[in-house]
């Protein structure tokens, strides 16, 4: 019953989102367009994406509440493993990591309007999941940013889970990545954001305004490991996502949108 009265208010702020998407990416495309065109100033194109997130997350109402924050340390590349509940996922990452990154996502997020342009200009890389040949070059083009200096971000998940926020099995792509690289997995734990969208396509579907939580956890070392531990490895990602799952504390939080944040 609830829902079915709740359902035209998560209509309404359906199409106000729709609308603040439309009308900040038309002020934000001028810049990223013209940044995109040289590789040597993707870093600054990237800058501006995440000023046109953090500005998406403020019109939309968002709160952020990050535990962590200290283990964002970027002195070298590294995997960044991010659990998927939401298709606000990619919005919300850019303000809580802004050290510049690639985005490795799938193939279909090429033809999004607004994300999809990063991938078609090479700023991001998108990866098939029906053709290992171009998941292959993909993945050495991954591996190549990261022995450059560049950090990488995944959603080892692979899509958003059915049964979100429960995890789903993470894939071992990310995980070869690192162990053939030598570079560490950083886990980060997105806490409630299938609270905020989680079925877009469900015009009544629950969509609210509201806090995105996230934990950043303490760097997982990969040097002096081989493929053959690909699988402790994945397994030690995968349980310190699901750790706080199980009601897990954190100590300590700081907010990147102070004037947004509860006390």
């Known amino acids: ?22 009308l900040v990416w038309a002020v934000f495309y001028p ?9 040597a100033t993707h ?13 998406l997350c403020v019109l939309m109402f968002t709160r952020f509440k990050i535990h962590g924050k200290e283990n964002l340390i970027f002195d070298d590349s590294c995997v960044v493993c991010i659990n998927h ?12 990591i802004d050290h510049y990154f690639k ?9 999004w309007l607004m994300i999809g342009v990063f991938f078609r200009k090479g700023m991001d890389i998108s990866i098939s999941r029906e053709n290992p040949k171009e998941a292959r070059i993909s993945l050495d083009e991954a591996m190549e940013a990261l022995n450059n200096g560049i950090s990488v971000a995944i959603f080892p998940e692979g899509e958003i889970p059915i049964d979100t926020p429960q995890l789903k099995r993470f894939k071992n792509g990310g995980f070869k990545m690192a162990l053939a690289t030598q570079k560490p997995i950083l886990p980060v734990t997105f806490l ?9 396509y469900n015009l009544f579907g629950k969509t609210t305004p509201g806090l995105c939580e996230v934990i950043i956890h303490p ?16 397994n030690k990602a ?22 947004l944040c509860p006390d």
């Not at 829902?3 to 035209?8: D, S, T």
Request: proline letters at 7%; one cysteine or more; a positive charge.
């Open 1 to 22: 019953m609830m829902k079915i009265l709740l359902g035209p208010f998560y209509l309404l702020f359906k199409l106000y989102m729709l609308v603040v998407f439309f």
């Open 31 to 39: 810049f990223v367009h013209f940044l995109l065109k040289d590789p």
């Open 43 to 55: 870093p600054r194109a990237f800058k501006v994406k995440v000023l046109w997130c953090r500005v």
């Open 85 to 96: 509940q939401s298709y606000m996922d990619i919005i919300y990452m850019y303000p809580v």
């Open 103 to 111: 985005f490795i996502g799938k193939k279909e997020l090429r033809k």
């Open 192 to 200: 409630r954001n299938h609270d905020r969208l989680y079925e877009p």
């Open 219 to 234: 760097r997982i070392e990969t040097q002096g490991m081989d493929l053959m531990d690909i699988a402790p490895l994945r």
């Open 238 to 259: 995968e349980g310190h996502t699901r750790q706080p799952r199980s009601g897990r504390k954190t100590e300590t939080h700081r907010c990147i949108l102070p004037h």
